[in-house]
């Protein structure tokens, strides 16, 4: 039960409520007891003076018995208040009298004089003005007040009965204790109803989602309130899903475009062996050529399947750098030699310019990688008797490597593209010019190892004079 939020939010609610409500009725109550008790207390002191006074006038009046105790009996008989009951006791706590509640209307049951005498007399000598005072099962407001009238001492207590106040606080109390648990009662029923309305929303977006498969990645869960912190859910929940869409068709066309790449080189494979065993006797010479056909077929295949790895490992951020310390000039220089056959072969010339001794901390294998695509590219697209330069040097706290052909250029419209995957500006062309054409990988996986290592690559320029390609390396001392 516990795991619905919903059940969770009410249960805290409710909680916060009842503690609320509580606290509240309590205060109210400590309040209002508190009141009564310091009304209480000014009445008596009132009570009492005026008693006092009374005891006094009635010992001033020359036309009147003159000694204390018919002073205190004319005070008692003019002190008739309901709920109030006036005990004097001299100071050695013998009763001097006492107002009598029987004679007063709609009184209380008033205490006989002998519970007076048994609660009252030993607090004759205490000092304390105000006390609560039980006399049988009544509980009163007591006033203790020692006066003397004509050197006699005596003590006035003035005793008030709570009984109709703290009537009234039960009221209030049990008023309380039906009012609360029904408040609460509400208040947990409003705030199951209010959790269930506002978290509607997100069991109708749980539920679209758990419809939302591979098959149906098109589809979006509905926004109801787009400003709200719900419908700011839902919207990024569509974004992702809008990522995850892209991915899911990057992936699919990554793997039609794969298999279709491979798809030429295994037919000219199969058709290859096929029309060279169709015949029963063939020359040395014809299975020769064919077999160089199938090698160069074989080596194409084996580099498409070479650089498709390497794209989908980079992809799922598997391919870890092999990070060295090593001179990057060496490695152009070294480059430059290696693609110099190659080059010859179509007679262009490959020249290479580099600053000394510029120190790197790369992975070295994906560098050279990285640069043998470029310059294979240049000799590539450069028809006969062009020209090929390498050129490395440091600048602005970066490595600037360029590759400049004397090539025909990629058109200015193609140019924004040939960092994709697959992208070939003429595949015609990429095929047949050198027998082993590119699968359109070469750039992108130029351009992730560039990448990789915090660097960037770029086609600075490309004219039908030739193309310049500028990769930019983070500058790492040994
Ligand atoms: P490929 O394996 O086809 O060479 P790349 O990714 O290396 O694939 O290159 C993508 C496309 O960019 C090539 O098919 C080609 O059309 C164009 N291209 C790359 N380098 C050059 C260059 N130096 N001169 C002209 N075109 C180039």
């Known amino acids: 039960m516990l795991n619905s939020v919903r059940i969770r939010l009410t249960l805290w609610y409710t909680a916060a ?11 109210t109550y400590l309040v209002l007891r508190q009141n009564v008790v310091r009304r209480a207390d000014a009445n008596a002191t009132e009570l009492a003076d005026s008693f006092l006074a009374t005891v006094n006038a009635e010992l001033g009046d020359a036309s009147k018995p003159d000694s204390v105790d018919d002073g205190i009996s004319a005070a008692i008989s003019e002190h008739r208040f309901r709920d109030v009951l006036f005990v004097v006791f001299d100071p050695q ?7 009598d509640a029987h004679s007063l209307p709609g009184h209380w049951a008033s205490p006989t004089r002998e519970m007076l005498v048994a609660s009252l007399r030993p607090l004759v000598q205490v000092s304390q003005a105000f006390r609560t005072i039980y006399i049988g099962d009544r509980e009163y407001r007591g006033y203790v007040r020692h006066f003397s009238i004509d050197q006699q001492e005596a003590t006035l207590f003035v005793l008030q009965s709570l009984h109709r106040q703290n009537e009234f606080l039960e009221t209030l ?10 408040a609460i009662l509400l208040a947990g029923a409003g705030g199951y109803l209010l959790a269930k309305r506002s978290l509607s929303p997100v069991v109708t977006m749980g539920a679209q989602a758990s419809r939302i498969g591979s098959e149906n990645l098109h589809k979006r869960l509905q926004v109801q309130n787009p400003r709200d912190e719900l419908g700011h859910l839902a919207a990024s929940f569509n974004e992702l899903l809008d990522r995850l869409n892209q991915s899911f068709d990057r992936q699919r066309r990554f793997v039609a475009d794969a298999s279709h790449e491979l798809r030429t080189p295994v037919a000219i494979l199969c058709g290859e062996a096929e029309v060279t065993l169709a015949q029963e006797k063939r020359t040395e010479q014809e299975y020769r050529e064919s077999l160089h056909i199938l090698r160069e077929e074989a080596k194409r295949l084996k580099h498409i ?4 790895f390497t794209l989908a490992r980079a992809d799922a951020g598997q391919h870890p750098l092999a990070l060295s310390d090593f001179y ?30 510029l120190p790197i901390h790369a992975d070295e294998e994906l560098l050279r990688r990285m640069l043998i ?10 028809p006969q008797g062009g020209s090929v330069s390498l050129r490395c040097a440091e600048g602005d706290g970066q490595y600037r490597l360029t590759v400049e052909d004397s090539g025909q250029g990629i058109p200015v419209e193609l140019q924004p593209r040939i960092f994709e995957r697959f992208f070939r500006a003429d595949k015609a062309r990429s095929r047949g010019e050198t027998g082993s054409g590119g699968a359109g990988l070469g750039l992108t996986i130029a351009a992730w190892i560039a990448g990789a290592h915090g660097g960037k690559i770029e086609l600075t320029k490309s004219t039908p004079e030739g193309s310049l390609f500028t990769v930019f390396l983070q500058k790492t001392s040994l």
């Open 17 to 27: 409520m009842a503690i609320v409500l509580v606290i509240l009725a309590g205060a």
């Open 93 to 99: 706590g013998d009763f001097l009298g006492a107002t």
């Open 173 to 182: 109390a049990s008023t309380f204790g039906i009012v609360i648990p029904l």
């Open 305 to 308: 399947v070479e650089d498709l």
């Open 328 to 357: 990057l000039d060496e490695l152009v220089a070294e480059c430059s030699r290696s693609v110099r056959t190659l080059a010859s072969a179509k007679q262009i010339k490959v020249s290479c310019e580099t600053s000394a001794e």
């Open 373 to 382: 695509n470029l310059l294979d590219n240049a000799i590539k697209y450069t």
